[in-house]
């Protein structure tokens, strides 16, 4: 049977962070009216769009933001029980994830998330150096994101993945370590380590551009990537994707459909969906919503798509992407399901850049031709990824 995620985005937070580019609204606080709307606005969407994937199972669940723990409990009980009867859900999706800011009113919830069927808390700690965190421009300090995880298990959240940023203003490798070491310490299930990226159009885009952002050169960020892979296989996680670590049996399986290029529908003001390969579109397609609370209200939210961006995928589009999305996950491209796919293995279509990458050292090939990326080309991925697309 056909499966499909659900990814819903609450696009609401306390303030926004200088280094931020997603849909987001600053609230100072979710008002039930705001909060009512904006949950009847994604009823109606997964309702109506729920038949762009028939027959398909609903495997997980990803509420993100945003903040989407600023709604209380029984909104997101409501969001989860439209999606199951649109999807005549007979049994419950695998994994239910909601992203967590570390206030503490979102702490006080946990318990009545936990009892709505939510089973997975992604954790934006950042760091544990509060001065680090206020450079980041978040709202929260360190012994509030440790409150926070001690509540998620309290509550009875089995499985908890915490969210740290590298390579922030100002941070050295030693800081760096430190933070490493506190999340290890706490003993989650999974980690998700990103670089900064200073995004255009931001705040952190203009201060950069007056060198006023002070970001650790290159080379001690290259170290607190090597430092972060060495330090978690020590610790017993696997790197199952660049900058994802879990301990066996919590890679995130919602994450993972990205990487696998299998269905998504994404509701909310600039969510993305993908419709895998099939009959509706052989090579498959992809959509985004319009990212303005008002435009999102106004079209997709009434049943409508003005201001909706699609793309149908071609072949050249899709084979691309088999090989980049793959080489994210540290099992890589294999050959023969490649093959099966596209009527040959990666060599037949890309011959000259896998040979140029392979002497550069960032990618390894198997004698059957599957892929995957060197050490070194886990830390140039982008340079990698962009001989494909
Ligand atoms: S909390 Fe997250 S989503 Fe909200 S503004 Fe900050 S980085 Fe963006």
Redesign the pocket.
């Known amino acids: 049977m056909p499966t499909v995620g659900l990814y819903v985005h609450i696009p609401f ?5 200088p ?2 580019d ?1 849909a ?1 609204v ?1 609230v100072r606080k979710v008002e039930p009216e705001l909060e009512a709307r904006y949950v009847a606005a994604l009823i109606r969407e997964i309702e109506s769009r729920a038949v762009e994937f028939e027959g398909a199972q609903l495997d997980t669940v990803y509420f993100g ?3 989407p723990s600023l709604f209380r409990p029984e909104a997101l009980a409501k969001i989860l029980e439209a999606a199951t009867r649109a999807f005549a859900a007979s049994t419950p999706p695998r994994e239910i994830t909601l992203e967590v ?1 570390p206030s503490t009113v979102e702490r006080d919830r946990l318990p009545a998330f936990r009892s709505s069927g939510i089973d997975r808390i992604s954790l ?1 700690v950042q760091s544990f150096d509060d001065a680090t965190l206020k450079r980041l ?3 929260h300090k360190a012994h509030e994101a440790r409150q926070t995880f001690t509540a998620a298990r309290q509550a009875g959240f089995g499985n908890v993945s915490l969210d740290l940023i590298l390579a922030c203003p100002h941070q050295g490798f030693d800081a760096f370590a430190r933070d490493l070491e506190e999340a290890l310490a706490l003993e989650p299930e999974h980690l998700s380590l990103y670089e900064l990226t200073i995004e255009a159009g931001t705040p952190f885009e203009f201060a950069a551009s007056r060198d006023q952002l002070a970001p650790p050169d290159d080379e001690v960020a290259t170290r607190m990537l090597e430092h972060t892979a060495a330090r978690s296989a020590g610790a017993g996680f696997e790197r199952y994707e660049i900058s994802n670590y879990a301990r066996p049996g919590f890679a995130s399986l919602h994450n993972q459909r990205y990487w696998a290029r299998e269905a998504v529908l994404g509701v909310g003001t600039g969510a993305w969906s993908y419709e895998a390969p099939g009959a509706r579109f052989r090579f498959g397609a992809r959509r985004m919503n319009p990212r303005d609370l008002g435009a999102y209200f106004a079209a997709v939210g009434a049943g409508g798509d003005e201001g909706v961006e699609s793309e149908v995928l071609t072949l050249e589009q899709a084979r691309g992407e088999a090989i980049f999305l793959s080489l994210r996950r540290r099992t890589g491209v294999d050959a023969r399901a490649f093959e099966a796919e596209f009527g040959g293995r990666p060599r037949k279509f890309y011959d000259e850049q896998i040979d140029r990458l392979m002497a550069a050292g960032l990618l390894a090939e198997t004698e059957s031709g599957d892929l995957r990326l060197s050490d070194r080309g886990l830390l140039l991925s982008d340079t990698v990824f962009a001989d494909f697309v």
């Open positions: 937070c306390e303030r926004v962070c280094y931020c997603f987001v600053a933001g945003g903040t800011n934006g421009g978040r709202a």
